[in-house]
């Protein structure tokens, strides 16, 4: 073997060792809060810490920029009682990868209140265990670890300090509270218990799909709209439903606003549109002088909702609601001949007419999805329907005139919406 061979190869090994001296594992990190100018409390049950205070807490400031001066020391009043001693001694056999957090938990409760008279302090303990030092942390918030993990023994206190430091503490530190803002935080509800919000509101933007039947019930019971065609500009079976006349499957888009107040009760001002075509019977000579014949359908909705709110996750509300309400109806018709065509036939000029506005009702339910508490995803389903009264008897010259229709013209929807949601508390 070559000098520089040998060489290599001993550098190789160098690294190796190195590699292996200080290689950690973390067990579990649910990332405890880290403040600036921290006190770093050092708890071991060594004779001879494995780390040196002072130099850890150079090792904290190179590990993190933002950590400010923290200020590091022993924990000797644990160091010293019976009961510390027993549970550090306890968790120095037990800790283990496998392990979720809650099997650690110190059980005897003068440990606990130890553990929770810590206030805003870091405890880090270190124990050798063979060839390896075990490591956890823990803070006032909880009477288990909150972070655990294991490094290889090394007499280099520095180098030890230094992973640890880049283990355990790179995250974003946060100013320390005051004992005022402490004892307020402490006083403050959980966040999944929050006080309800006194009035929510959103705002949406959707599109959606509605069609004349309704799923679950007999195809017989619209197998008449379904197949109807127009002749002659306005002959039909029934005029009862405006699905007789036009397509009764379409797209549609919605515009939307609302709110609740207490996450219970609450209104909705909706706006739909449609573009129908009308269901002309393509052997009817009648219309080789139409170029098309479509109606716009417009509808303006106001509906009461019924709701409650989930939390499942911090950053997740899902609200699902019920809602009833009631709704005009426009529909504004398009229509045009062909070019060259000057004359248009008796049957054009005396073609169906729609009345200028239907009513009717709108129930339902859905749900909003609302992420980071102001994003949201509204989806919806439900009935409506539009109709017309009656009121004068029809006159027995109505052929002669331009029909009235839609006594009675439910149809079936599904939507989807992008929102935005804000609270007034």
């Given at each position: 073997m070559s000098r520089k061979s040998s060489i290599l190869l001993f550098a190789l090994s160098i690294l190796l060792f190195t590699g292996a001296s200080f290689g950690g594992s973390k067990f579990f990190n649910s990332h405890p809060t880290l403040w600036k100018n921290p006190d770093i409390l050092i708890w071991s049950l060594d004779k001879e810490p494995v780390i040196d205070p002072k130099e850890f807490c150079l090792s904290l400031k190179r590990a993190n920029s933002g950590i400010g001066d923290p200020k590091c020391r022993l924990q000797g009043e644990w160091m010293r009682d019976s009961i510390a001693i027993r549970y550090a001694t306890w968790l120095n056999a037990n800790m283990d990868p496998a392990l979720k957090p809650e099997y650690l938990k110190a059980r005897h409760p003068a440990m606990q209140a130890k553990i929770q008279a810590l206030e805003d302090q870091i405890v880090l303990y270190i124990a050798t265990n063979g060839n390896n030092v075990n490591i956890a942390l823990f803070d006032e918030t909880a009477s288990e670890p909150k972070a655990a993990g294991s490094i290889l023994l090394s007499p280099d206190k520095i180098s030890m300090g230094d992973e640890i430091?880049?283990?355990?503490?790179?995250?974003?530190?946060?100013?320390?509270?005051?004992?005022?803002?402490?004892?307020?935080?402490?006083?403050?509800?959980?966040?999944?218990?929050?006080?309800?919000?006194?009035?929510?509101?959103?705002?949406?933007?959707?599109?959606?799909?509605?069609?004349?039947?309704?799923?679950?019930?007999?195809?017989?019971?619209?197998?008449?709209?379904?197949?109807?065609?127009?002749?002659?500009?306005?002959?039909?079976?029934?005029?009862?439903?405006?699905?007789?006349?036009?397509?009764?499957?379409d797209p549609y888009f919605t515009l939307y606003v609302g709110g609740t107040w207490y996450d219970f009760i609450g209104l909705e001002l909706t706006y739909h549109y449609a573009k129908h075509h009308m269901k002309t019977d393509p052997e009817d000579t009648v219309y080789q002088e139409l170029d098309h014949w479509n109606f716009s359908q417009h509808e303006i909705g106001l509906s009461a909702m019924f709701s409650r709110n989930y939390r499942p996750l911090t950053w997740l509300d899902i609200t699902p609601f019920l809602f009833v309400g009631f709704q005009y109806s426009f529909f504004v018709e398009d229509i045009a001949l062909k070019d060259g065509v000057k004359n248009p036939s008796k049957?054009?000029?005396?073609?169906?007419?729609?009345?200028?506005?239907?009513?009717?009702?709108?129930?339902?339910?859905?749900?909003?999805f609302i992420f980071l508490k102001h994003y949201g995803i509204g989806l919806r389903t439900g009935i409506s329907s539009r109709g017309r009264n009656m009121y004068v008897d029809p006159s027995p010259d109505a052929a002669a005139e331009s029909s009235v229709i839609g006594g009675f013209t439910p149809d079936w929807f599904i939507g989807v919406g992008l929102e935005y949601h804000l609270s007034l508390f």
């Open positions: 430091a880049d283990m355990f503490f790179d995250g974003t530190a946060k100013r320390r509270l005051s004992k005022e803002e402490r004892k307020k935080k402490m006083t403050e509800p959980d966040e999944y218990f929050q006080e309800v919000p006194v009035f929510k509101m959103w705002a949406g933007i959707g599109m959606g799909y509605s069609q004349a039947q309704i799923p679950l019930t007999p195809d017989d019971w619209y197998s008449s709209h379904v197949n109807s065609q127009v002749g002659n500009y306005r002959i039909t079976k029934d005029s009862v439903s405006l699905w007789n006349f036009l397509d009764d499957s049957a054009y000029k005396a073609r169906i007419k729609f009345e200028e506005a239907y009513k009717g009702a709108l129930v339902g339910f859905g749900s909003h």
